[in-house]
């Protein structure tokens, strides 16, 4: 189990809590002068998946942010969808008439990218890079409003770390229902398949994405591709890749424990469960803090501390939740806490208390 967890990486912890700052964006230098333009588009009242757009495009750039992406790949994130595109009907800026306004804002190549990244097919980006299209110089041969088109390398690697984040952000259980097969997805009747349609659904963490992101995070080691971006600290820095069917067990697995389909009495069959979920996957923080918690619970403080460790390293790397029921400040304050009981030796010995937990001063 140890291969399984993860050294905290305190210079990464920083970044991230400098992020828990809900102003933090508008503290950003570089990229505090373009929020005004778009919250004035009114993205905090647009529905958008587990929250509203402001949300989303927030949380695809503190991803990236926590990433260390060169600025245009953070403007790119803040700005993705701002024309629209085949899966978001949510036009805040005209791509006819106010392509010149956005390059004001944020510059030409900023503007270009955000502009290709609306009008190309995402699903056909990730669908010919799944079917071994990527070329020897890392170009990747698709097709633009219906016409052959090819992207460019360091394009495709800006759009594939772009993708990530994109998809880290706002994928659950929901639109694995709706999307089963992404991205060779079919459309199928909403009358017929309601129950999947029922906005938010139980809200699972997603079965199938997680290896997806990491194949694509693994792609950015192709020869032509490998040195145009920092490779995103997830996935041991994109080398490794989640086996589907490992992927959908550890997904179960954990989702039982949330459930309590397990002994109530005794906590040996649930301890065994997330460890075998941690085993299976790895690389998201949600199993290894809620085993962290377990240990704490025991007094077994040592191994407290790995976990919570490793849990607090994941969720300071992604920049967003696994676990969408709740958000990634709630998850990396808790984390911490968790983090912070372990190394002082202590946890509440009544549940009541548990209300009381808190990080304090060193």
Known sequence: MQNSLHQLDTQQLNRAIALLDEEWLQHDPDLGPVMPLVLGRGVGQDWHKAGTFRHHLIGVTRTLTLWQQPLVVRQLGLL???????????????????????????????????????????????????????????????????????????????????????????????????????????????????????????????????????????YLHHPALKDILPHPPVFAGGTQVLHPAEEASAASLYWSVISQNQPLISSDATRGVLEQAIKLNPWVAEPQLLLAQLHLTHRNFEQAELYAASGVQLVSSWGNTWDKRIGWDAWMSWGRVLLQSAQKRRWPEHINKLNNVAITPD
């Open 80 to 218: 993705h969808s701002v024309y629209g595109n085949m899966h978001v009907d949510l036009m805040k800026f005209d791509i006819n008439t106010e392509r010149g306004r956005l390059q004001e804002a944020v510059g030409v190549e900023a503007e270009r990218l955000i502009h290709l990244f609306c009008v190309i097919s995402r699903t056909e980006f990730v669908r010919e890079l799944f079917k071994g299209k990527l070329q020897a110089d890392g170009s990747l041969p698709m097709t633009l409003n219906g016409q052959p088109y090819v992207l460019a390398p360091k394009d495709v690697a800006i759009f594939i770390v772009t993708t990530m984040a994109d998809i880290c952000e706002q994928w659950y259980s929901w639109q694995d229902d709706i999307y089963t097969g992404y991205p060779d997805y079919e459309n199928r009747s909403a009358e017929v398949h309601w129950a999947a349609a029922l906005w938010p659904g139980p809200m699972r963490p997603t079965t199938y994405r997680v290896g997806q992101m990491s194949r694509l995070g693994n």
